[in-house]
């Protein structure tokens, strides 16, 4: 084994880069772009520089696939967080503003209702009965918080 770290050379810094993005495009979900990047740098580094030990390339590769994860990690962290469309998963959010008509009785506040093919649970300060059309006023985890409709 030693005799294979002895002979490295940058074209085995390339096939070990190839390897990783095929890992990444498997679905490592970003976390091997660092290590891809270092891997590409140490190739043309030990091109440049073709004297450097084994044990100096790994160095370098560890220290630059740290640094190159930590980069693409702080340059790519806001990026999957922004979006066009914030309330896309959020269903209950979605229904907020909206009326529909209330679906079973309410007792001690608490009810369901059908929207959809949904059936919701739903609360409200006072009980309403069935039929009554309700405005979705905002929701606390899956629950919809409703009002009489037209108040």
């Excluded at 649970?121 to 409703?146: A, D, F």
């Amino acid at each position: 084994m030693i005799e294979f770290f002895e002979a490295m050379q940058f074209w085995h810094w390339i096939i070990l880069a190839i390897v990783l993005i095929a890992g990444e495009a498997l679905g490592a979900a970003g976390f091997l772009l660092g290590a891809v990047m270092a891997a590409l740098e140490v190739a043309l580094i030990s091109y440049i520089w073709p004297d450097l030990t084994w044990q100096q390339q790994l160095s370098l590769f560890a220290v630059l696939a740290l640094l190159c994860s930590v980069w693409f990690w702080y340059r790519f962290k806001s990026f999957s967080q922004t979006t066009d469309l914030p309330k896309l998963n959020n269903r209950a959010a979605q229904l907020i503003g909206r009326e529909f008509a209330l679906t079973q009785e309410m007792t001690g506040g608490q009810g369901k209702m059908q929207v959809g093919d949904t059936l919701w649970r739903v609360e409200s300060e006072i009980n309403l009965p069935i039929g009554t059309q309700v405005k979705v006023i905002g929701s606390r985890e899956m629950v919809l918080l409703i009002v009489k409709a037209g108040l």
